[in-house]
């Protein structure tokens, strides 16, 4: 199973839902890097066998139903891989014309991901790491 980073179910949560399933965990590279460290913290204490890096998100697609709809979370669900309601993509936030997920995206997402971060991964963990997007 390949849980988000973005999922509205935990790490921890999936990992105590399906202690002998196969996981993995896709990850995003956060401009703070140390939230993108304890994701990937968390994915190795609780099992997970790979981290999936989507390296294209910072050019997210011109997603024309999510403009027009103003696409945001419902009022009670959250991204539950984050503490704080500033990561946590909080359907309170008023985005104006936009789509939430774009305004989240140019908030949190760093966009200048390279091969040095994936460099750097590297050397934060010894899980496999597949690149997933166009780099």
């Given at each position: 199973?390949?849980?988000?980073?973005?999922?509205?179910?935990?790490?921890?949560?999936?990992?105590?839902?399906?202690?002998?399933?196969?996981?993995?965990?896709?990850?995003?590279?956060?401009?703070?890097?140390?939230?993108?460290?304890?994701?990937?913290?968390?994915?190795?204490?609780?099992?997970?066998?790979?981290i999936f890096v989507t390296v294209d998100t910072p050019y997210l697609g011109n997603r024309f139903d999510d403009v027009?709809?103003?696409?945001?979370?419902?009022?009670?669900?959250?991204?539950?891989?984050?503490?704080?309601?500033?990561?946590?993509?909080?359907?309170?936030?008023?985005?104006?014309?936009?789509?939430?997920?774009?305004?989240?995206?140019?908030k949190a997402i760093d966009p200048s991901i390279s091969w040095?971060?994936?460099?750097?991964?590297?050397?934060?963990?010894?899980?496999?790491?597949?690149?997933?997007?166009?780099?």
């Amino acid at each position: 199973m390949l849980l988000s980073s973005w999922a509205t179910s935990s790490i921890e949560e999936v990992a105590e839902a399906g202690p002998e399933a196969l996981r993995w965990l896709q990850l995003y590279i956060y401009k703070d890097r140390e939230v993108t460290k304890q994701l990937v913290r968390r994915a190795e204490w609780m099992g997970y066998k790979a981290i999936f890096v989507t390296v294209d998100t910072p050019y997210l697609g011109n997603r024309f139903d999510d403009v027009r709809n103003r696409f945001k979370l419902p009022p009670q669900l959250r991204m539950k891989n984050f503490e704080t309601n500033d990561l946590a993509f909080s359907p309170k936030e008023n985005f104006g014309d936009n789509s939430g997920l774009a305004a989240y995206v140019a908030k949190a997402i760093d966009p200048s991901i390279s091969w040095e971060d994936i460099k750097w991964l590297r050397r934060l963990t010894s899980l496999p790491i597949v690149a997933k997007g166009i780099l």
